[in-house]
């Protein structure tokens, strides 16, 4: 029998996928399936809470994983840093306070936009690594990318065995996944600004701003390790220090005064900015 992962990033789309590929999709019973959510440390209290709530309310068991870059006495696993293991945790154990991400800042220095590399570490290569202890080497992964995001679409797809379920075999948009989570007893009950890790550096100046005005204390964290390793510079590039999360190299502090000015001003600021902004999740693969 082939083996599928559902990889379930905790999102909207990513959830409906999974109740998709469990109950609709018609070739469900020809692959053995295993869901596994990776957990960053600093997703938002309501999308564990959500995660959770889809395995009990589907009867769907999910693997929660986190990335352990260090061995028990603080050793990275690779001198270079780039060694992922993991461990299994579950709603209760796993990390709030961003544990995982800091153990991976503390290795490699602080990802940014031009850096990108927390996904690759803290999600991929600990779904990975879990998936190698249990044997899984040949495996089919399942991707919750939607008919209106096609662009997102990986050109060596079939060299990696991706397939897109919500893309291709019962397209989907964002709309009807919403309508979708309107019928159901549950739904992620979580802002759209605050999806993926709660101020992560894909996100766009002006939903930064926004998080920072209705919740400050939410920065916190990434101003502390913007303090911490803002002049860590492990790779020896060319970059100056300071290193700052956010795109342009702007830091929790820039977020701050986006977040005082006028709208018209932070149009002002934004309007040639040709990065997208984040979407609801991040997808490990």
């Known amino acids: ?97 961003g544990e995982p991400f800091e153990e991976m800042i503390s290795i490699l220095g602080i990802p940014r936009t031009d850096e990108p590399f927390c996904s690759k570490q803290l999600k991929t290569s600990a779904i990975e690594s879990y998936l190698k ?17 096609l662009n997102r679409i990986d050109k060596n797809r079939e060299k990696k065995k991706f397939i897109y379920p919500l893309a291709e075999i019962n397209p989907v948009t ?48 990434w101003a502390e390790m913007e303090n911490k390793y803002g002049y860590f510079n492990p790779r020896n590039n060319t970059l100056k220090p300071p290193f700052n999360f956010y795109r342009n190299n702007k830091s929790t502090v820039d977020i701050l005064k986006m977040a005082q000015m006028s709208q018209a001003e932070l149009r002002q600021l934004t309007m040639f900015d040709k990065l997208d902004g984040c979407a609801e999740s991040c997808e490990a693969f």
Request: aromatic content about 16%; glycine content about 6%.
């Open 1 to 97: 029998m082939k083996k599928l992962l559902i990889s379930f990033s905790g999102g909207r789309t990513s959830g409906y996928m999974l109740w998709y590929l469990f109950n609709e999709w018609p070739e469900r019973d020809q692959y053995e399936k295993i869901v596994v959510f990776a957990n960053t440390g600093k997703e938002a209290e309501k999308t564990l809470f959500f995660v959770d709530e889809c395995s009990q309310e589907w009867g769907i068991p999910i693997i929660w994983v986190e990335a352990k870059c260090k061995d028990e006495n603080g050793k990275p696993f690779s001198e270079k840093g780039w060694s992922v293991q993991h461990k299994v945790v579950d709603f209760d154990s796993a990390s709030r306070k």
């Open 133 to 149: 202890s249990i044997g899984w080497d040949d495996y089919y992964r399942a991707i919750g990318i939607r008919f209106d995001e």
């Open 174 to 221: 964002k709309s009807m996944v919403s309508e979708w989570w309107g019928n159901q007893d549950f739904d992620l009950n979580i802002h759209p600004d605050e999806g993926n890790c709660d101020n992560c550096w894909k996100k766009d100046f002006p939903r930064l701003a926004r998080n920072m005005i209705r919740n400050p204390k939410s920065f916190e964290w």
